[in-house]
């Protein structure tokens, strides 16, 4: 096996993610700009997206780490508006986008237009994570689309499950195609409850840390290949067991936390990144098999899918917000901040991503009876404009649009007072329980230590408050700025020292190692002190 492609491809991917911090243009938008491109460059593979690998492979881990990063608590208190996105706008688009795919397109039957409309029904997790956190959307509407995207791929495979058989001559009815929601939603559900206490009872105790980050690894490809094995959905036993395990993560040690956390953030950005370019290498790949499908007449026709796409997304999202509020005085109440441009702003981002590429892939050749599948080569070639039309005019106009609305973002100075409190009353509990436990003859420090130990504690305290002061009046730096530019200063002359101690043979590589190590920890957890 050539190894080499892959190995390019991560390499020229990760770069232009990079580069892409440098510009206005979303990392998503970017990758899959320079994937169309490179696409017909002379010399550059052929990429083939290859659903067996996808699927099992690159779609667990991507949506594991977004669980984790998630908030069960803010995902269980706007429950019914992730819901109706995640489970009710997938099955709607499926079927109100399949029904005007197949008035809009002659050749097309209605099941194989069905299952076009299943293919590019659910938005992407990483395309909603992604913009989002580059557009800076109001936590919860990022919420939202996050928890709407963790949910909505199970729903979307279950549905392409259900047209499809009916496509290739395998039977399909109402009641049939019910049950086998049932069963995927009700058992993939079921197998992330079942996994993830035992899960996270080998995580708490297993000491060494990195045997906890190859467990972190396997968990999500362990979680989606059991509920599979039993017919039920693995998205939902990935995203289940992700949620548990992100809100019980205090409890695991805290050296596995910063390897975890430092693991799956490069695990994240080297799949996300690979998988947005895939998505722009895919171009000649469909238009070779377009086949009678002409140019002009392909392009209107994926003009049309592409409307029917953002339409349906709009004719879902306003009356799912405001029917609720018009029939229940509870929810009025309780969503008194609501107006026109959230479900303005939530239509908009839903952006198609790789899940529906390799969805499309995966359509067999040829039907049951030997006949070759209706249209498929046009599905993938729906599907794939439909996914570029979304990432390009919905991820590159979401900023401007926000920007229009005048949509209030995230309240910076509130949640610095907010993490202040909370970070005072923390300090003060540990403060008294220090107090408490100096009294015991069995914990006395010298003055010194004890007097470092209290400085520690007030200095955690007031650091977050200092953030809300102004800034240096004679170089206008904040005192973040400040206070990070000194910590830097100090640990990078105390590094020097080690490493010319360990060149001039007064330490050995592993003291200097041991040494530097904690240096890193305290530099890292002074810059976490007075993070954003």
């Known amino acids: 096996m050539d190894v080499l492609p892959l190995v390019a491809l991560i390499a020229a991917s990760a770069a232009v993610a990079g580069a892409a911090r440098w510009t206005p243009v979303p990392a998503p938008l970017l990758l899959v700009a320079v994937g169309l491109v490179a696409a017909y460059v002379p010399g550059v593979p052929d990429y083939h997206l290859d659903p067996h690998v996808v699927l099992p492979l690159i779609l ?71 913009v989002a956190r580059k557009v800076g959307l109001p936590s919860r509407i990022t919420t939202i689309l996050q928890g709407e995207s963790l949910v909505n791929d199970a729903t979307a495979i279950t549905a392409y499950k259900v047209a499809l058989a009916a496509a290739v001559g395998e039977g399909a009815s109402w009641a049939g195609g019910i049950w086998e929601f049932l069963v995927a939603s009700v058992g993939g559900v079921g197998v992330g409850l079942i996994l993830m206490v035992p899960i996270h009872w080998l995580r708490r105790h297993v000491k060494e840390a990195m045997l906890q980050n190859t467990l972190s690894l396997l968990i999500p490809f362990v979680a989606y290949a059991a509920a599979e094995q039993v017919g039920a959905s693995g998205v939902l036993a990935v995203v289940v067991v992700a949620l548990f395990l992100g809100h019980r993560s205090w409890e695991v040690d805290f050296e596995t936390r910063l390897q975890e956390a430092a693991v799956w953030k490069v695990v994240a950005f080297i799949l996300e990144s690979a998988v947005f370019a895939l998505i722009g290498l895919q171009l000649p790949l469909v238009l070779k098999g377009l086949g009678e499908y002409g140019g002009v007449q392909a392009a209107w026709y994926a003009l049309g899918v592409f409307f029917f796409v953002v339409l349906a997304r709009f004719a879902w999202s306003y009356p799912a917000t405001y029917l609720p509020r018009m029939l229940s005085k509870r929810i009025k ?7 026109w441009r959230r479900p303005l702003i939530v239509s908009w981002a839903g952006m ?23 249209a498929r080569n046009l599905v993938l070639f729906l599907t794939f404009t439909t996914v570029i039309g979304t990432l390009v005019v919905q991820g590159l106009s979401l900023p401007w649009l926000i920007r229009v609305l005048k949509l209030p973002g995230r309240d910076t100075q509130a949640e610095t007072l907010a993490e202040a409190q909370a970070q005072n009353a923390a300090s003060q509990a540990a403060e008294r ?15 010194p230590l004890q007097d470092r130990l209290r400085t520690v504690l007030e200095r955690r305290r007031n650091s977050v408050w200092e953030r809300l002061g102004q800034s240096n009046p004679v170089t206008g730096e904040s005192v973040d700025g400040t206070y990070r530019r000194l910590t830097r200063e100090a640990i990078a002359v105390e590094r020097e020292v080690f490493v010319k101690m360990r060149d001039e043979r007064r330490i050995d590589d592993e003291m200097m190692r041991t040494l530097l190590r904690k240096l890193d920890l305290e530099e890292a957890a002074a810059y976490r002190e007075v993070e954003d």
């Open 333 to 339: 109440e309780r969503e008194r901040d609501m107006d």
């Open 60 to 130: 667990p881990p991507l949506l594991h780490t977004a669980a984790l990063e998630s908030s069960y608590l803010d995902l269980r208190a706007n429950l019914r508006p992730v819901a109706l996105l995640s489970v009710g706008y997938t099955l709607f688009a499926t079927v109100a986008v399949g029904w005007l795919a197949y008035l809009l397109i002659p050749d097309l039957s209605l099941t194989a237009a069905l299952v076009l409309g299943a293919v590019i029904a659910p938005p992407d997790a990483v395309a909603a994570t992604a």
């Open 433 to 447: 329980r220090v107090d408490e436990l100096m009294e015991d003859e069995r914990n006395r420090l010298p003055q």
């Open 352 to 374: 198609r991503g790789v899940v529906s590429l390799a969805i499309a892939f995966s359509i067999p050749l040829v039907m049951d009876d030997g006949e070759p599948f209706p």
